[in-house]
């Protein structure tokens, strides 16, 4: 089963990349160095550079806080809380565009604010703060919280948090940032959506308005080098052992409770925000569609595609990433940690990458090319793509599986397929069904590889809406991102009744910590 | 007769299910060793932790040279303004600062002038005998001498009372042994206010003045005790 999963890792994940990579070497150096440095590249640069260090900016300074208040502040109803903050990163990013623009234009404000650079870092900052939210709190959770009581035995919080606890954070906030800066980077809908021009929608243009193939290869270049780059001091940092003290049973929530209040405010004009904002405004703009049943028939089969292709995508993700995952576990710490430097790597090429490189090694004559222009090309995309984030979900789930328990069914006489499906996999069903709700999530809303190797007269609900935004009046265009933000948050809630059922055995069961979002104290 | 240094009166506080404090009053006199012993789960880590202010009472009061730091759900006094000494149990030395730097630390946070913090923290070190460790950081230094790092953390700021909970349970017993042995003597030598919680009768015994029992959350004895000439 591993050998098959790691061929199809390497088909899927490790070849169009290789692909790219390769064609781009057989290619005269001269005209790519013009390619990539004339002034018209240099204004793209600048563009996605300020895009994504703006967003991991402004996201971090929002989630950073909030996660300082989930794993520090004792507050009631904190995973309600949790969970209306990290919503919005649910939501598609190019959704969250879509209402900030039906707001704006419904307020009579200029055209100008929202088609712009800083709107663009204001959207997509909104939608990855509850990665920074999440790191910082994961990170806080790891320090024992007696190394902060030591602190407030001789300095008041704001000093403590200045000393001990954000220097013991930093390289898991700085991790956050890093790979927010790449999602950002990698980001296709948003900029496409509010009209500013970076790498990513380059790359599209070339490849779908211009039919020029050379020219979107070469503009990955930059994208691809820098995400990739990015990524690894991302997952490196993650790994740092400073970190990682003693993580005891005395973790207290409430070392700076003293800051609940404003916390508490702070973390409501989040929500606010990223969350009602959009939601009403969608929910309004589509209560002046007609007929509902009108708007839904317009879709075609855009719907039923989706989801269809998600869930079929979702499985097979998790089924190659589970013994991916498994592997990863364990495998010695040394190796192990250039494993997950790989699948940080992958995960982080943008999407329109993944979507040229698929076409130039599908779109070809033959057996190969018959699988080009058919749906199989969605599936082959959502495995490019959540593959290695499904294997680091899954790897951390096994991880939680005692070794000792796989050596007791085999000192039993338990053959290994045995021990693997009645003793492994039953402690990992939690940590499989939170991978597959995920990769069902980025799935369902992925747009930059879909729209580029989507089949003729074919379309997902997220390239639907895409296209429909400038032909289409803005009431049927809200009510399918009402539709699509429905169905990932039914997901979501369907997973987190599944965790609160099994809660008490959640721990033992492998559940990564933030899904479980229990406190210890 | 003199004022006790620290007055602990009727307290109680429940920690979820389970009450961890039931009514205890307590008396410390300055310059006094006081060990609170009792087996896990009796409540003397919370009596500790709500002296320090790292807790608040749910009912009771607390006092520290006659001036109240806590009432019934209220904290008067932040920790930092108490002029408490903590030895954690597991020591709670920061990972990302050198020892120099933790007590560097403390001083800086009692607003000690840049140019006052060396010798204190020099005469410190020399206290508990790690000089020549200033500059390692905690993974660097054995367990013994991680134990002598904290003991200088929490005494370098001259407190007015140290408190220590269990700080000696993670050695092995010769180690173990050795520097109950230092500690009695540095607390006789120095003449500082204690309290010291543990569950072994041997560290009382060579530690304290005086021996207070604990059971589920309530005094249950206390008597004078005679340690050992070190």
Known sequence: MLGVAIGIFIACCLL??????????????????????????????????????????????????????????????????????????????????????????????????????????????????????????????????????AGLMVAPSGRVLRRITLPLTAPSILAGALLIFVLAVSEFGVPGLLRVRVYTTEVFTAFAALYDFGRALTLTVPLLVSCVCVAAVAAILVGDPMVTTRRSGSSRPAVFGSWRRGGLAFALVVIGIALGVPIVVLAGEAARAGSVRQVLAESGSAITNSLVLSATGATLVVS?????????????????????????????????????????LWNRPGIVGT??????????????????????????????????????????????????????????????????????????????????????????????????????????????????????????????????????????????????????? | MTTPLLVIRNVTKRLGPHQAIDGVSLDVASGE???????????????????????????????????????????????????????????????????????????????VARHERAPKINEALKLVRIEQLATRYPHQLSGGEQQRAALARALVGHPRLVLLDEPLSSLDPDLRSDLRKELASLQRSIGVTTVYVTHDRDDAAVLADRIVEMRAGRMVSQRINAPPHI
């Open chain 2, 33 to 111: 060793a006081v060990a609170v012993l009792g087996p896990s789960g009796c409540g003397k880590t919370t009596l500790l932790r709500l002296t320090a202010g790292l807790e608040v009472p749910d009912t009771g009061e607390i006092w520290l040279r006659e001036t109240q730091v806590a009432a019934t759900g209220r904290s008067l006094v932040p920790p930092y303004e108490r002029g408490i000494g903590f030895v954690f149990q597991d020591l709670a030395l920061w990972p990302h600062l050198t020892v120099r730097e933790q007590l560097d630390f403390v001083l800086g946070s009692m607003h």
């Open chain 1, 320 to 360: 190659v990433a589970l013994w991916l995952g498994y592997a990863r576990a364990r495998t010695l710490r040394s190796s192990g940690r250039i494993v997950d430097v790989v699948f940080v790597a992958l995960f982080a090429v943008p999407s329109t990458v993944v979507g040229v490189g698929l076409i130039g």
């Open chain 1, 16 to 149: 169009p990349v290789g692909y790219l990579l390769l064609e781009l070497l057989r290619r005269p150096t001269d005209s790519l160095g013009a390619m990539l440095l004339d002034a018209r590249r240099r204004g793209l640069l600048y563009n996605t550079a300020v895009l994504g260090a703006g967003t991991a900016l402004v996201a971090t300074a929002i989630g950073a806080p909030l996660g300082i208040l989930l794993a520090r502040v004792a507050l009631s109803g904190k995973s309600v809380l949790r969970l209306a903050l990290a919503a919005p990163a649910l939501i598609p990013p190019y959704v969250m565009g879509l209402s900030w623009v039906y707001l704006t234009n419904s307020r009579g404000i200029s055209p100008d604010w929202i088609y712009s650079l800083p709107a663009a870092i204001f959207v997509l900052s909104l939608v990855f703060s509850p990665l920074a939210m999440l790191a910082t709190e994961v990170a806080m959770r790891r320090i024992d919280s007696r190394l902060e009581e």
């Open chain 1, 371 to 521: 699988v080009y222009g058919t749906d199989a090309m969605f599936l082959l995309a959502y495995l490019a793509r959540f593959v290695p984030v499904a294997a680091l979900i899954l790897a951390a789930s096994a991880r939680n599986v005692p070794v000792s328990h796989e050596e007791v069914a085999a000192v039993s006489g338990a053959g290994w397929a045995r021990t693997i499906t009645r003793i492994v996999l039953p402690q990992m069903r939690l940590g499989i069904a939170t991978a597959w709700v995920i990769v069902f999530v980025l799935a369902f809303g992925e747009l930059g590889v879909s729209i580029l190797v989507t089949p003729p007269g074919e379309a997902t609900l997220p390239i639907r809406i895409y296209t429909m935004i400038a032909n289409t009046p803005p009431s049927h265009v809200a009510m399918f991102a009402l539709l699509q933000t429905i169905v990932v948050f039914t997901a979501v809630t369907v997973l987190g009744v599944v965790v609160a059922s099994l809660r008490p055995s959640a721990r033992a069961q492998g559940v990564p910590s933030v899904v479980e979002g229990r406190e210890a104290r």
